[in-house]
């Protein structure tokens, strides 16, 4: 069999005068277990692999894909995407990613311990977890507990000179959880993630589980107000993951971002720095190159409250009269490259959660949001999301609450935050967790 | 796509270790797509996915491959991962005799896009960004994207079951951006049908853009949306979500067997307010969610979920269906054939009461007025939703009046069915949908007459 790099060499080596040619070869593999009652509901053992070409003329781009790597399917994918140039509209900025100097900083993203870890040992994290999970509280019944392991290969290729390949392979376990009193029933999760299963907690992930659907037990619709919002590091992660879009150089350059011309500005609290670092390896998203085959690399969005700079790929960082920041970020083989963060890290505070709230007068303490997707606008800023929690009342936690909506604007928000905690928590997510209070917010309920 | 003989073999391979039974799913999509931004055709793009899933069920427990290799060398290679995957044991052989199975004929394509040339699908883009330009002097951005795909399916099984399909589908949204004195607004439509490219032919799609623009422009001078709670009028055709999120996802026979639905075990009782009737159709002729057979070879069907608000049925897929002893409702759906099929939806919606939309208005003091909704949410064990409203108007009087800003609404499922106090007479279907479950995305459609929600909590900042 090939290698994924002599494929994408291969296609590259093709490229007619004038072409710009880049091939991006991937293959990928993941298992899904799923456990019920102590038995394994499903078994999922999937492998994929396939090709995208890119291919830019006379600063037209046509591009195409095909879900395998058979050689005539690759010979019709070139076809295609030279044929789709033809009606892409002349860019003065279209362009592939060069080398740039940087040096790939390099990163331990394979483990060989987990791919070649047994079934019977996948089966079994999953069933120990929900036994786990019910050791705790009676009311607690498990939905779905849960294993899965992915890896990726890829290797990408173009006529500018980058030539890159990698490969990486992660796991984790999930489980969800309800808890019932009386006609009442609330629901749970937990989580725990890791390049091999000895970086799991499942105890804390079960414990987790257990905790966030009974603690919501008895809650109430609480009445509408403004009020300080302390944001648990979930939550507070999935928040930068909205902010992250409004310092998107593509959303910049085309108009879509509220920071626009605002470099320079104070946009957030003082305490608010911003970083994005792909090369810190405790992030979960840590990664050695881009989706163009860049250097990943750290860069300072926010500092200080001041808005540094924002993220690029090749063509927003051109078109924006500046360079790559090695940000482009690709979704898989069926699609070309787009901007964004890729692993964002606030600067932490010096105060754990507990104390921060025993500042807070009148409050809630979000621990989990829901509709983020609908009712959050990063272009007008409106921000207004369904969430639960517990109220805090003079620095003391109080009963559980839920069926209600936090709202602002992104603008305030980041100028509102008041204090970030020390307890940097890293998620399965493009950011990390921390804990976030923000002075002012509305609370919608009954 | 693979030869009867190839299926029954494979078949026979999957349930050789005594597993009751085996499906293969085939699979083989090509698509096209286009996007416009900025004034540029920046791409088009494409796509080929072809492929077959292999399940085996052996008690209650499901094994699942797939692969890319449709010979039957890789389909048999399939076949065994999935067997073992669903545990080994017990032994016999077993013959498979495959019959073939009709679907529901929704519709007749005339023109397959694949037939369609580029330059034609790309013009369209460019209508588009002409019209939403246009619109006025405050739009400053505009992307549109172009979409169409050929779908064909096959679907065998152990029970004898042989079916096939073609899904042909097209979709354009567009999106707008509008800049004023208080910052920036946005405007969003879309068209999506199960049908050929002639779908183009029937649909004003400068109007179209231009109703995208006007939602953005109408924001510029929107006031912050209210906070708290209070009646909500839902327009013809854009509130199906509410159905959707609120009830049509606790109505999924895998939610409900696991008792993590709020209405498990609730069939035969009063659910929503007697106004309300409630249908899951995947026959509609061209809507967006509309299949022949769903992904496990079953013919679509018009389920009635909720009759005069009561609790009628779930849907069902096969895996639910054959626990409880009883038929599929063609609602086992999967996004392709590297995933599991569960009990999905197809078109959700509530049929017509008899008012008239403008006599709801007028019956409402003070509220808001909602004619567009965005994406939505919801927790099916608690029933407590979220959904985006888009474009909000405030009701005083008995009169629509300021713009409002964007925002979430957040209801309980339950609560809100049964607090529908007024239902139109204008029925109308929405914006096509892809609907989130277990990571997999699935397309559907909504739709509804003009009704108002007694109360629900606007989740805005105006105090």
Wanted: glycine share 12%; hydrophobic share 40%; proline share 3%.
């Amino acid at each position: 069999m090939s290698s994924l790099q002599d494929i994408a060499d291969r296609v590259i080596a093709q490229a007619k005068p004038g072409e710009h040619v880049e091939a991006f070869v991937s293959r990928d593999g993941q298992t899904d277990v799923r456990v019920f009652e102590g038995e394994v509901e499903h078994f999922v053992s999937a492998q994929s692999e396939g090709i995208g070409i890119r291919v830019i003329r006379d600063g037209r781009t046509g591009f195409a894909y095909a879900g395998t790597l058979d050689q005539a399917a690759i010979a019709e994918v070139l076809a295609e995407a030279r044929d789709n140039v033809e009606f892409g509209t002349p860019d003065e900025w279209a362009g592939l990613a060069a080398p740039d100097g940087v040096d790939v900083v390099q990163q331990v993203l394979w483990n060989d311990q987990l791919a070649s870890l047994a079934t019977e040992r996948k089966i079994e994290l999953a069933k120990e977890l929900e036994r786990l999970t019910l050791g705790f509280d009676a009311r607690v019944r498990v939905d779905d507990s849960n294993y899965s392991d992915a890896f990726v290969e890829s290797a990408v290729a173009n006529t500018s000179g980058i030539r890159r390949s990698g490969r990486e392979n992660g796991c984790y376990v999930s489980v969800g959880t309800l808890a019932d009193d009386g006609d009442e029933t609330q629901t749970g999760f937990g989580f725990s993630v890791g390049r091999s299963p000895d970086e799991f907690d499942l105890a804390k992930a079960a414990r987790e589980a257990s905790d966030r659907a009974t603690r919501l037990l008895g809650a109430v619709k609480p009445s509408s107000k403004r009020l300080t919002v302390v944001l648990d590091p979930y939550v507070a992660a999935q928040f930068l993951g909205i902010v992250s879009s409004t310092l998107n150089g593509e959303a910049v350059i085309k108009g879509r971002s509220l920071f626009k011309d605002r470099v320079g500005e104070q946009v957030a609290s003082p305490l608010f720095t911003l970083v994005d670092d792909p090369t810190n390896p405790s992030a979960y998203s840590a990664t050695d190159i881009d989706g163009e085959g860049l250097a990943a690399r750290r860069n300072v969005l926010i500092d200080g409250g001041v808005l540094h700079g924002f993220v690029h790929s090749s063509y927003s960082g051109r078109r924006a009269g500046t360079t790559s920041t090695g940000n482009a970020v690709r979704g898989g083989f069926k699609s070309t490259p787009g901007v964004g963060c890729l692993a964002m890290q606030l600067q932490p505070g010096a105060r754990m959660q507990a104390d921060l709230i025993a500042d807070v007068s009148d409050g809630v303490l979000i621990e989990s949001v829901s509709g983020m997707h609908s009712g959050v606008n990063p272009i007008s800023g409106d921000f207004s999301t369904g969430a639960s929690g517990r109220l805090i009342s003079n620095g003391q936690i109080g009963g559980p609450v839920r069926e209600f909506t936090i709202a602002s604007t992104l603008q305030k928000m980041l100028l509102d935050v008041i204090e970030i905690g020390n307890d940097v928590d890293w998620l399965p997510m493009r950011a990390a967790g921390v804990t976030i209070v923000i002075a002012d917010m509305t609370m919608s309920g009954a | 796509m693979i030869e009867q003989g190839v299926l029954e073999r494979v078949l026979g391979l999957a349930v050789r270790g005594g597993a009751e039974f085996a499906e293969v799913f085939a699979e083989d999509k090509r698509s096209t797509s286009a996007s416009l931004d900025d004034g540029r055709v920046e791409q088009v793009t494409s796509g080929r996915d072809r492929g077959a899933g292999i399940r085996v069920v052996r008690g209650d427990t499901t094994g699942f491959a797939h692969t890319a290799d449709l010979t039957e060398t890789g389909l048999c290679a399939a076949a065994e991962a999935a067997a073992s995957a669903a545990s080994q044991g017990g032994g016999g052989v077993r013959t498979i005799a495959l019959t073939s199975r009709a679907g529901t004929k929704v519709n007749t394509v005339e023109r397959y896009p694949d037939e369609v040339s580029k330059s034609t699908k790309v013009e369209l883009l460019k209508r588009v960004d002409d019209a939403a330009r246009s619109a006025g002097a405050s739009i400053v951005q505009v992307s549109a994207g172009y979409g169409d795909s050929r779908r064909r399916i096959l679907v065998a099984n152990t029970d004898g079951v042989l079916a096939t399909d073609e899904q042909v589908r097209g979709l354009m949204r567009i999106s707008v951006v509008a800049s004023g004195d208080a910052g920036m607004q946005t405007g969003f439509q879309s068209v999506g049908q199960t049908v050929g490219f002639e779908m183009f032919d029937n649909i004003d799609i400068e109007e179209l853009a231009r109703d995208a623009a006007r939602q953005a422009m109408v924001k510029l001078g929107a006031r912050p949306a209210p906070s708290g709670s209070m009646p909500v009028v839902i327009k013809q055709g854009s509130g199906g979500v509410l159905f959707h999120e609120a009830c049509g996802h606790g109505l999924e026979a895998d939610l409900v067997s696991k008792n993590s639905s709020v209405y498990a075990g609730k069939t035969g009782e009063l659910v929503a307010s007697p106004l309300v009737t409630l249908v899951d159709d995947g026959t509609m002729s061209t809507e967006w969610g509309t299949i022949g057979i769903d992904d496990e070879g079953h013919p679509s069907a018009y389920n009635v979920l909720i009759r005069d608000g009561i609790l009628t049925d779930y849907m069902w897929d096969y895996l639910r269906a054959r626990k409880e002893g009883r038929a599929q409702s063609g609602n086992g759906r999967r996004q392709s054939y590297m995933h599991l099929p569960m009990v999905r939806m197809t078109n959700t919606y509530v049929l017509n009461g008899t008012e008239e939309p403008d006599d709801i208005i007028r019956a409402t003091d003070h509220g808001v007025y909602i004619a567009k909704l965005g994406g939505g949410s919801v927790n099916t064990a608690t029933g407590d939703f979220v959904f985006g409203m888009t474009e909000a108007y405030l009701i005083e009087g008995g009169e629509i009046t300021e713009p409002l800003r964007e925002g979430n609404l957040i209801g309980n499922g339950p609560q809100v069915l049964r607090d529908i106090d007024l239902l139109g007479n204008d029925f109308a279907m929405g914006n096509p949908g892809t609907c989130g479950k277990d990571g997999q995305g699935v397309p559907v459609g909504d739709g509804q007459p003009t009704l108002r929600v007694k109360a629900l909590t606007i989740g805005g900042t105006a105090t």
